[in-house]
């Protein structure tokens, strides 16, 4: 890479290649954090010392796999790269509103990436899980100031994007495009940051007073003088269960524009499922947090109000749910790898959600918390739903990206590695974690009988092990040498679509477009008349699908 | 259109039915066996939801394949008497669902939570990276020894960070921290040995800070209790002589 390059890139305001930053600074984050799995699997996959005899460093794998994965991988991945390289062309508009602060955003992220990479070589790396628990995050010799400067600087960069993206939306909509003219990925995507700007500066506070208690001396979370244990858990969580829909709306938004577009069909009850889905998760996410909170100690009544809120959001995921299992209805599929990652979604979000109504229940989760049942079940949410979705929005928009095909035998042979990869790690958990298998378990010699369990996890590891490789191989070849895609490929009726060309330039669009009432980005119903609802006519072939 | 309101009616109908497959038996306030039922009967209801739905998915995706290359998909569009219809109707359904399970859940937690009066109670403290029992009276144990058919209640706190207090076969769980005492009670109904481990991140040997709870008979418990008993009478009289 030339210096010219370089500069260009380091210094752009272009929403489209900070977004692909954010791309490769997350995957990036991706692979080092799975790595890291793979190191707690072959760990897992005998009794007593298998690749470390000491226990710390296992804690410190732990640590990264899951901070990193969430906070560096997810969390970035779906509101920095897809909401960065999307959602402007979605709403056709040029840039985003505040450049600059864009460009000062992905800096941030990369120092938090850098950050986080270096306590690798520290002497004494962060130990304290991705949760960070006092006191033992203040009585432990690791540096929690690593793991407290990361997360501020995670969350800079992302309270920094989500003003960024919500005056996008609100001021920057092509002429014409109403509230109920906006893909479904906006309205996740505009949700996903209202959650992020109301609750950062929670965790970012939390994380702050666990800086003050151990490095400065005061007495938060010290019951000796005064403090409690249980605020943090409170302050932390009421944050981070809200990040949990940061990172599931997103990953659902992308769902709908992959369906939509394959199966050629409208939203069914786009209403129901943006003012009730979406907007309903956004309303209840502040009031459940407590239920990572059934076993701590917590008053009795307030485990039982959350448990009942917490039931609850099975009422908003049930609307999206109902709209996208609409969207099949009478629908004309057509496949394309993207595709089959976002029909595996499907029944991904049913695994994942419904293994969460036993651990909504306070009773139930008595036996259940932190053990890897719930292991399993946060993974089949986070690291397969809404993994997956990127990883099938990726392959959607890789034509829209580079001008060219990702798909081919290389990708379907990494999502069936990867497909069934996952279920063959986490159904085997989920079957010790009913039994009592706890979590964040350097070794089990109390339960000797889980072995076999183990071994099949950590087999099931190594095929998505493979199957990433794959997939991440595949994509850094098909972006410079695989088959060149024409215009609209998936002939889809989204603007980024039909009025951006492949690889946009700066600006977007050739002609800004303009849009009527009757303009709707899942207007295939009558094809020609929604590209006639737009002032520019879109792109030859765009008008009308190839002959 | 109707039909697809009328398909989709009928199936919301059997998953709201799905929880009753299971039926309610009664149980003595024993939170353990009032876990494993209401356990049973969630995850009935979470098959049926997970059933109906994924083959719902599959069936679809099979049957609504494209022709050919132009076809497009014919989704109703919903008046807005349907749109609210179909909102309202399934919100109405899960949340059935969602009052259910929680009056279910509820009534254990209340279980879990009452203490019954005749509860013996231990205190437990613990520690990076053990566990002591104390029995009263000065006897203190590093593993856990009760009689059968006695509920015993464990009043906890820690003497440096988190721990929590898991005992699997019981289906107890509770942390201990702190500043604060918590609780957990159980009635151990067999006798025999049961695993009991830590199940909060607590640092380098989290996983090696496990023991076991023997429940006895209650003459072997008593046998158990007198020895100890002399023991620590043994070991604290050299000690007070020498200070």
Redesign the interface.
């Known amino acids: 890479m030339s210096m010219q390059t370089f500069k260009e890139w380091f210094f752009t305001t272009d929403h489209k290649r900070i977004g692909i930053m954010y791309l490769i600074g997350s995957m990036t984050a991706f692979v080092v954090a799975g790595m890291m799995a793979l190191l707690i699997r072959l760990e897992q996959s005998q009794l007593g010392p298998t690749i470390t005899d000491n226990?710390?460093e296992y804690?410190q794998w732990l640590y990264f796999h899951g901070a990193a994965m969430v906070l560096a991988f997810l969390i970035p991945g779906l509101t920095g790269f897809f909401a960065n390289y999307f959602l402007p062309l979605m709403i056709g508009a040029q840039d985003v509103a505040f450049p600059r602060i864009n460009a000062f955003s992905i800096w941030l992220f990369y120092g938090a990436i850098i950050l986080a990479l270096l306590s690798f070589v520290i002497p004494d790396p962060p130990?304290i899980?991705w949760t960070g628990?006092?006191?033992?995050s203040i009585?432990?010799m690791g540096n929690t100031a690593y793991y407290v400067f990361t997360l501020h600087l995670l969350g800079f960069s992302s309270v920094l994007g989500a003003v960024n993206f919500l005056v996008t939306v609100i001021y920057m909509r092509a002429p014409g495009i109403g509230w109920n003219q906006l893909n479904i990925f906006t309205w996740t995507t505009v949700a996903a940051f209202v959650l992020q700007l109301v609750f950062i500066p929670v965790l970012a506070s939390a994380v702050t007073m666990l800086l003050f208690d151990k490095y400065l001396g005061t007495n938060f979370f010290n019951?000796?003088a005064g403090?409690?244990?249980?605020l943090y858990q409170n302050l932390f969580w009421f944050y981070s269960h809200p990040a949990v829909y940061v990172i599931f709306l997103p990953a659902v938004g992308i769902l709908f524009e992959i369906f939509t577009t394959m199966?050629?069909?409208?939203v069914?009850?786009y209403?129901?499922c943006v003012y009730?889905g979406v907007w309903g998760i956004v309303g209840i996410s502040g009031f459940v947090w407590v239920h990572h909170l059934y076993?701590?100690?917590m008053p009795?009544w307030l485990?039982?109000g959350q448990?009942?809120t917490t039931?609850?959001i099975?009422?908003p995921v049930?609307?999206m749910?109902?709209s996208m299992?609409?969207?099949?209805?009478?629908?004309?599929?057509?496949f394309n790898t993207g595709m089959l990652y976002a029909?595996s979604c499907?029944?991904l979000v049913?695994?994942g959600g419904?293994?969460g109504?036993?651990l909504?229940?306070?009773?139930?989760t008595?036996?259940l918390?932190?053990?890897s049942f719930v292991h399993a079940h946060f993974h089949f949410i986070m690291a397969m739903f809404s993994a997956f979705a990127m990883f099938g929005g990726i392959y959607y928009w890789f034509p829209k990206m580079f001008g060219r095909y990702a798909d081919g035998k290389w990708a379907t042979t990494g999502f069936i590695l990867n497909i069934v990869g996952v279920h063959v790690t986490f159904i085997p958990l989920f079957i010790i974690g009913?039994?009592?298998m706890?979590?964040?378990?350097?070794?089990?010699?109390?339960?000797p009988q889980f072995e076999p369990y183990h071994q099949v996890a950590t087999l099931g590891a190594f095929m998505v092990a493979a199957g990433m490789s794959v997939t991440i191989l595949n994509w850094i070849v098909c972006a410079f040498k695989g088959k060149v895609a024409p215009e609209n490929p998936w002939k889809s009726c989204s603007l980024e679509w039909t009025h951006a060309p492949n690889c946009p330039q700066a600006g977007n669009f050739p002609n800004p477009p303009t849009v009527t009432a009757d303009w709707s980005p899942y207007g295939?119903?009558d094809?020609e008349a929604n590209l006639k609802a737009t002032t520019d006519p879109g792109f030859p072939g765009a008008a009308k699908?190839?002959e | 259109m109707r039909t697809f309101l009328g398909k989709a009616a009928a199936l919301s109908g059997v998953f709201a039915v799905g929880p009753a497959f299971a039926q309610d038996e009664g149980y003595e306030r024993d939170p353990a066996a009032g876990w494993d039922h209401l356990w049973h009967e969630i995850i009935v209801d979470i098959t049926v939801i997970g059933v109906i739905f994924s083959l719902a998915a599959i069936y679809m995706v099979w049957k609504y394949r494209a022709k050919n290359e132009n076809e497009v998909g014919k989704g109703p569009k919903l008046t807005p008497a349907a749109a609210l219809a179909w909102a309202l109707i399934p919100a109405s359904i899960f949340m059935a669902d969602d009052f259910f399970l929680s009056a279910k859940g509820w009534t254990l937690w209340n279980d879990y939570r009452r203490i019954p009066d005749e509860a013996k109670e231990i205190r437990v403290t613990a520690y990076q990276w053990y566990w002591e029992f104390d029995y009263g009276d000065e006897i203190v144990s590093e593993e856990l020894v009760v009689p059968k058919g006695q509920p015993i209640v464990l009043r906890m706190t820690s003497e440096d960070v988190l721990h929590s207090l898991y005992i699997p076969e019981f289906r107890v769980k509770e942390d201990v921290m702190p500043g604060r005492v918590t609780y957990v009670w159980f009635n151990p109904k067999e006798t025999g040995e049961y695993v009991h481990t830590c199940t909060e991140y607590c640092g380098t040997a989290h996983a090696e800070m496990y023991t076991t709870v023997r429940v006895l008979e209650q003459d072997e418990y008593d046998e158990w209790f007198n020895q100890i008993k002399e023991e620590a009478n043994a070991n604290s009289l050299p000690n007070n002589t020498q200070s």
């Open positions: 226990p710390n804690n130990d899980m628990y006092p006191p033992y009585t432990t019951p000796e403090g409690d244990v249980l199966c050629k069909n409208r069914f009850n209403k129901a009730g076993v701590s100690g009795d485990r039982i448990m009942v039931l609850l099975s009422v049930g609307l749910v109902m299992w609409g969207t099949l209805y009478k629908a004309a599929i057509t029909i499907l029944f049913l695994s419904l293994t109504i036993p909504a229940l306070t009773a139930i008595v036996h918390s932190e053990t009913a039994q009592g706890p979590r964040r378990y350097w070794d089990y010699q109390m339960f295939y119903a094809r699908p190839a």
